[in-house]
């Protein structure tokens, strides 16, 4: 087994804490500890072969000489939020590298990695509570707001604000201001997005670890107003095309909640498929349609 292909495999034992990472709070003062196996796993494979061996950074990120070892996920397996989340950004990093960007969705999201990646820099050896925000310079916040706040944030192609609460402020949001864990959550999930939009000649992570091949799907009939809104809101979307094939409800929220199950095809040569969760809003008044987000299924 090959450096990436296990560093495939730790993250896709480590993306399985998502959402107890997600419910962390935002202070980095609670930890989300590996569980049993996973542990040993953690203890005895990869910490030591990827983190101890130098290929992924882990706690040097956070302390620089790296004198206590429990920094990052580190050597007991505990982690703040931002800890977590830097170390899947490290991973998919290290698995995806300088990939070529050969499409327009591709180039989009390296160009936002190119803009993004320097402000990491600013939280680094500066423990697991930096205390700090920063904000977007003034040309990368025109950028930001003119290309990748709409085409990435806003669309829900890479999940950023409703990781953190759903305010639109939050994660990079509209403002363009950030902390630590805001940053390098969007960062990862830019790699993230990266490595499921390449081709498998440019390694494809969701493919080494084994993914689902989906079985034939037949489109399904949304309600008459749900299938316009609908409709609009996947026009907007770059990288993918998506087919609904479930449509599972609705929830009165401020306006309407409608969740539908779409089968996601990823716009490369390769056309890789997943089952995705898309929650799309109706306005009570205006009727206007905005997406919500867009999670991963299969």
């Known amino acids: 087994m090959t450096d990436k292909q296990l560093a495939v495999q730790c993250i896709h034992m480590l993306e399985q804490y998502l959402n107890e990472a997600k419910k962390l709070p935002n202070d980095n003062s609670k930890t989300l500890t590996l569980a049993g196996s996973d542990m040993a796993e953690w203890k005895d494979t990869y910490y030591p072969q990827l983190v101890q061996s130098g290929k992924i950074r882990d706690g040097a990120f956070f302390q620089n000489p790296l004198k206590d070892f429990r920094y990052g996920i580190g050597n007991d397996g505990a982690c703040t939020k931002l800890e977590y989340l830097q170390f899947l950004w490290s991973a998919y990093k290290f698995v995806v590298g300088d990939f070529t960007a050969d499409n327009e969705a591709l180039k989009c999201i390296k160009g936002c990695i190119k803009m993004l990646e320097p402000y990491a820099a600013d939280f680094e050896n500066r423990g697991t509570n930096p205390g700090i925000s920063r904000d977007l310079k003034d040309a990368d916040m025109a950028q930001w707001k003119d290309e990748y706040y709409p085409k990435l944030s806003k669309s829900g192609l890479v ?35 990266a490595s499921t939009s390449l081709s498998k000649e440019n390694m494809m992570v969701n493919a080494a670890v084994g993914g689902y091949k989906l079985a034939p799907m037949t489109p399904c009939s949304l309600p008459e107003e749900v299938a316009a809104g609908c409709s609009e809101i996947l026009k907007s979307l770059i990288g993918a095309d998506y087919t609904p094939v479930l449509y599972v409800g609705k929830q009165v929220v401020a306006g309407l909640n409608h969740m539908i199950i779409c089968k996601q095809t990823t716009v490369t040569p390769s056309r890789p498929e997943h089952l995705v969760e898309l929650i799309i809003n109706s306005a009570p008044t ?13």
């Open 159 to 193: 999940p950023d604000a409703s990781y953190f609460g759903g305010h639109a402020h939050l994660g990079i949001g509209s403002d363009g201001r950030f902390v630590g864990e805001e940053l390098l959550h969007f960062l990862y999930r830019l790699y993230r997005l």
């Open 286 to 298: 205006t009727g206007e349609w905005t997406l919500i987000s867009i999670e991963q299924l299969v």
